[in-house]
């Protein structure tokens, strides 16, 4: 459990539960999934004595399911927003020992690259001076931007223009927006090792053997490209919320239009994910094809081969199974001059049939 106290030009982090609001600013609660688990009525009641609100029922447990996909919702007091991120390989920790993870060994087939496609939900509930968030056990992304965070305090006061955020919602969206940032990344990774296995599936002097790696590949682009549209379609609806937000007295337009900016900004960085996986998807299912029709092109050219080289030596076959026959009387057997002519005319046979393939354009790799 982390909890933060923000303000324009101040951020504190407090091990203690909060007594009250800062005079002006925010907090910002994070909680693992299990430690919030575990602390949840605690957590109701200080959402209660601070926002005098509390999280529906159905929201808890949707705080609570790890197997959530990225979704929006809202409440006349408080929005939610689920963003599946990147996983690190780490299952969730015990329900007797919150905050503690316990290792496992990935499933995933492939290189290194294909074990890190597996997401984990992080929830965020955004109140008006409050933000709640839940994690996953070691969540890096808590950790990182908490760290960024407190460097932008220092940055602030050598600088004019402040770097914290202003409000919760500026909060939440810039932790997304650093979860899409590992998303792009992984998106260039993912091209160097198709690219790769592309440049093996065309070669035609290598043997492809990784199948199973591939396949592997083109499953964890589908599952890539479900989360992506889970997120695109969460964010959307996040964006249309704000674009229906009344504009009152109390209303800080500037503020507002910010993070208006800013959500299309995260849109468009999953936007730019999701056209990259769908490219992906299309070319590996070209590349599979291409490889596919030139063994088929190979095959063919190997059976054009034996079939003109077995045209070739029928004819001598015939010869040679003509002058075989058992007859009493063969006068051709019986020459002297019998032989010669018999090997001439199967060298002109032997000779002429390839000579009238290769101006057919029988033989040969190019037909």
């Given at each position: 459990m982390r909890i933060f106290s923000i303000t324009a030009g101040h951020v504190s982090e407090s091990a203690q539960w909060p007594d009250q609001l800062p005079d002006q600013g925010y907090l910002w609660m994070a909680f693992s999934r299990r430690e919030f688990e575990v602390l949840q009525i605690e957590v109701q009641s200080i959402l209660e004595k601070l926002t005098q609100?509390?999280?529906l029922d159905l929201h808890m447990q949707d705080l609570l399911n790890k197997q959530l996909p990225s979704h929006f919702?809202?409440?006349s007091d408080y929005n939610l927003l689920v963003f599946r991120r990147l996983a690190t390989g780490q299952s969730e920790s015990d329900l007797s020992r919150p905050g503690e993870i316990l290792h496992r060994a990935s499933e995933r087939a492939g290189p290194p690259v294909l074990r890190r496609i597996d997401t984990s939900p992080v929830a965020f509930?955004?109140?008006?001076r409050v933000l709640m968030t839940v994690h996953p056990a070691?969540?890096?992304?808590?950790?990182?931007y908490a760290a960024r965070l407190m460097q932008a305090v220092d940055m602030t006061a050598h600088q004019k223009?402040?770097?914290?955020p202003t409000s919760p919602a500026d909060l939440m969206l810039r932790i997304v927006s650093q979860m899409v940032d590992g998303y792009l990344n992984l998106r260039r990774e993912l091209t160097r090792q198709l690219d790769h296995w592309q440049s093996e599936l065309i070669n035609p002097n290598t043997r492809f053997n990784n199948w199973r790696a591939l396949l592997d590949a083109r499953l964890s682009l589908h599952y890539l490209d479900e989360i992506c549209e889970d997120q695109r379609a969460a964010i959307q609806d996040w964006t249309d919320a704000l674009n229906d937000l009344p504009i009152t007295a109390d209303t800080n337009a500037r503020a507002l239009e910010l993070l208006k900016v800013r959500s299309r900004d995260v849109l468009?960085?999953?936007e730019r994910v999701v056209h990259h996986v769908q490219r992906l998807e299309q070319s590996t299912e070209t590349a599979v094809q291409m490889h596919f029709n030139a063994q088929s092109n190979r095959t063919n050219d190997i059976m054009r081969t034996l079939t003109v080289l077995?045209?070739?030596f029928l004819p001598?076959?015939?010869i040679t199974g003509f002058f075989g026959m058992n007859f009493e009387n063969f006068p051709v057997l019986h020459t002297e001059q019998g032989l010669f002519w018999t090997e001439v005319g199967m060298a002109v046979v032997g000779l002429g049939m390839p000579i009238f393939f290769w101006r057919k354009r029988y033989l040969g790799s190019k037909t």
């Open positions: 609100t509390t999280v919702d809202y409440t509930v955004v109140f008006d070691d969540c890096a992304v808590r950790e990182s223009q402040s770097r914290i468009e960085h999953i077995t045209a070739i001598l076959n015939l």
